[in-house]
């Protein structure tokens, strides 16, 4: 069983920058690392997510403003944020999937990203 914490949100004003961290209790090397958002009301999204190669895909809304990394020797993935808007208020999460054995899906507890002025 993987545990993953995120840390690093909080309250920031519109056009600043915040780094979310996400630190697994196991290895990562071999899982695919995500960063979702669920905001007030809707329902959980995919922001972001790095493959095992290091491949990186981003939701339309973020990018060229989100950038999502990894640091295998560190168990641990990022997600830098600038130029934040309003609309980027939302729980974030980090996933971490492996689909070979041992085989899981696991979820942070999430941290809260306030982008308001």
């Known amino acids: 069983q993987m545990q993953l914490v995120e840390s690093g949100g909080g309250l920031v004003q519109p056009g600043g920058s915040l780094r979310l961290s996400c630190a697994a209790s196991?290895?990562?090397?071999?899982?695919?690392m995500g960063w979702y958002r669920q905001p007030p009301g809707k329902q959980r999204e995919l922001v972001a997510a790095?493959?095992?190669?290091?491949?990186?895909i981003y939701a339309d809304s973020v990018k060229g403003r989100f950038t999502i990394s990894r640091d295998n020797a560190k168990n641990t993935v990022y997600l830098q944020m600038n130029s934040l808007k309003p609309e980027d208020t939302a729980v974030y999460y980090c996933?971490?999937?492996?689909?070979?054995?041992?085989?899981?899906?696991?979820w942070g507890q999430g941290t809260q990203v306030t982008v308001s002025s």
């Open positions: 196991g290895s990562i090397f071999n899982c695919n």
């Open positions: 996933n971490a999937y492996r689909n070979t054995a041992p085989a899981g899906d696991w």
């Open positions: 790095i493959t095992i190669l290091g491949r990186t």
